[in-house]
């Protein structure tokens, strides 16, 4: 059994570090590859997706289909040996984007759905 660090990183209420089962845990790398900017990480310059920088485009079809392929390939390139993305759905509301992806785990045969959402 594999024994994953929460994100954010946390503390239970007897003070030790949190565990989440596989769902939440995976749910938490997707969320960090794709609201991490690239630059951003210091020993890791490349990862990330850029994703909040095309937030603030003029809304267009195009625009929403380039998102859509930047997440994807995102996902595949730093989460390709975890998980295998089926759809992504993007949505900019305001000043918040909700990202819904739904992906199969290489573990697990049925699909699991993920939604994750920031304001920008």
């Known amino acids: ?31 960090q590859v794709l609201f991490t ?6 020993n890791r310059p490349d ?3 850029g994703l ?4 603030f485009q003029p809304a267009s079809g195009e625009l929403a289909t380039a998102i859509r392929a930047l997440v994807q ?3 595949q390139q730093w989460l ?8 992504v759905d993007v949505v900019a509301d305001d000043a918040t984007v909700r990202v ?11 699909p699991v759905t993920a939604v994750v959402s920031r304001a920008v």
Request: glycine share 10%; charged share 25%.
């Open 1 to 31: 059994m594999t024994v994953h660090i929460g994100f954010p990183f946390r503390v239970d209420h007897r003070g030790r570090t949190v565990s989440p089962d596989d769902e939440e845990y995976v749910r938490g790398l997707i969320e």
């Open 37 to 42: 900017a690239p630059g951003e990480r210091v």
């Open 47 to 49: 990862f990330g997706s």
């Open 52 to 55: 909040r920088q095309l937030l």
């Open 73 to 75: 390939a995102a996902l």
């Open 80 to 87: 390709g040996a975890e998980i295998q993305v089926q759809t």
């Open 100 to 110: 819904t992806v739904q992906y199969r785990t290489h573990s697990a045969p049925a």
